[in-house]
């Protein structure tokens, strides 16, 4: 027996920190978890301390393993849970009434924030993020915008009617629309939606409201409730004048905030128009398309080359679509006929752990220079001695 054939281990890693695992729980569901996570794999040092209910010591490995706090927060409550423990103590407000005089602020500012204060209101400014780590140079004019990198690297542009995206693909034009700011830092160089806020709440008010001083400007200071399933309350400053979010963050350690925020000088319409060679979606998607059928050819050629031309399973041709392949020789890759849908990997044998990333590996097995898995995603079963004639036929078509 070789070293893969007798691991039993999981092929996922553990669920908590990314270590390798030992053993897989079962996570049961709770409706302060609104996540759904792909394994319940656990290494022996996170199963030790769900054990124990050690919650701070799982957060910490679970922060280290997962780059966003919900996750991590969600997988620490489930794997508690799955011992019997409860969930670690999360740091939220109860979200209270606004006592009347926060009432009568929050009356003036909710519409300021989504709507502005009636003239347009001109900004130039930078933003820093945490998330997406740096610095930014916004120019704001009505629904106008100016978003690029502090080196000058353009990120988007909107005349308020066409909204240009600068990506990797080259110049995307779209008509305008009044989300095209949402998420990342366009959170803060665009006023929020009203949508924005149907769709991932953090529109209730926590009092109180402070009056405050940011960036030499009369402003708000206060928090948005964090809905339930969101461990954190969101903080934030709000300008006076113009109702733009100039400072928002989270005890978890994401922060966004305006580094400078000029309002009232002239701008130039230019800035908010590309002249340059860009690409509608449609003419994006023939572009896609293009490549992608590009792609799975080379993915196909790669297959016959490496592993074998033209296989069989049942009598019925194999359709093969390459997901993952190495210079070692090394790939996964989903199988199908008319009738089956395995996933097939291989890499060359080894005795270290196996990441193939499955919920289940129903066939193990190694020949001489190969280690072989194969799992079953399909809804029907595959018939053993077909399998069987399978690896005959994967070990004698080898290059
Ligand atoms: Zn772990």
Redesign the pocket.
Known sequence: MSEWEGDERPTQP?V????I?DRTVDLPSRPDVHLAFASGA??A??ALLAESGAGAGLTA?ARANWDEDEPAQGIVTLVLAAFGNPPPVRIRSAPTPLSAQDLAIWHGLEPLMYDGPGPEVVVRGRISSADADGEFVVHRAGNRARLERADGTPIMRTDGVTTWHFTDHGVISAPYRDDDGMGGVGALAFRRTRQEVDAFSFGTPIGPIEATTYLDRPAWRFAFAAPPHKPYDMQVVVDAETGFVLDRKFAGGSHTRWLEFVTDEPSDPALFRWDGPSLDRAELRAGRDREHQQDMARRASWFADNVAPGLTFAGARLEVTLHEWDDDGSFQASCDTAEIMVTLARRPRSPGWWELGWSTVDYRWSDERWDWAMSNFGDEPVDPDEVAAFRRQLSSAGP
């Open positions: 553990c908590v920190c990314g270590a695992p656990l290494c040092e996170c490995r």
